[in-house]
């Protein structure tokens, strides 16, 4: 009887002490960059240009899925903890310019290439993907460095910084992947236009 009401005790106990631990576990939200397009424009284009995308590039700390906070003040970046991307911004970028690039009827070829001749090859690489804070003013900031070779001619048609800030309200809010949505569409876009 005394081993049946001790074995009792443990289980309630035991059971008391899982709660506890269950509890304090910390939730983490997931961002990603890419918006759903549900209109898709239909090329007319006889004779689509054709561009070969290299593999965007990204330095760390933008090559993880830890959101990165700039304080301008100290000059100090550090990790936005509970919030992440869910895949790494040079994928999501890529992605992103992946879907534009076909939307505005370009035939693209990723990295490997084969035989086939382009007219244009892009170099993009990603410098900051961050939440900028200046004296407790927060925006999404997105910057790249792109370079267009011309391939027909065999030089560098163009190349340039893009750089795009859009305001927060909060660093708490749920929705302020909109914002990193939206400044990587202004950069997107600014790109394509030199393409």
Do not use: H
């Amino acid at each position: 009887m005394k081993l049946y009401i001790l074995c009792l005790c443990g289980f309630i106990f035991g059971g008391c002490v899982d709660i506890k631990i269950a509890s304090e576990m910390e939730k983490t939200e997931y961002f990603t960059l890419y918006t759903s397009n549900t209109q898709k424009q239909e090329c007319k284009v006889l004779k689509p240009k054709t561009i070969g995308l290299l593999d965007v590039y990204a330095p760390s700390p933008f090559d993880s899925n830890s959101l990165i906070l700039f304080d301008n003040a100290t000059l100090q970046v550090s990790e936005i903890k509970g919030k992440k991307w869910i895949n790494s911004p040079k994928e999501m970028l890529k992605t992103k310019l992946l879907s534009k690039l076909q939307n505005k009827c370009f035939q693209i070829s990723i990295e490997p290439f084969g035989t086939q001749k382009f007219d244009k090859i892009l170099k993009v690489s990603l410098l900051s993907l961050q939440v900028l804070d200046e004296k407790g003013t927060y925006s999404a900031q997105m910057s790249v460095f792109y370079e267009v070779l011309n391939m027909r001619s065999y030089t560098q048609s163009k190349s340039g910084t893009l750089t795009s800030k859009v305001p927060l309200d909060s660093i708490s809010k749920q929705n302020m992947a909109l914002g990193f949505a939206k400044a990587s569409d202004e950069v997107l876009d600014k790109m394509l236009k030199a393409l």
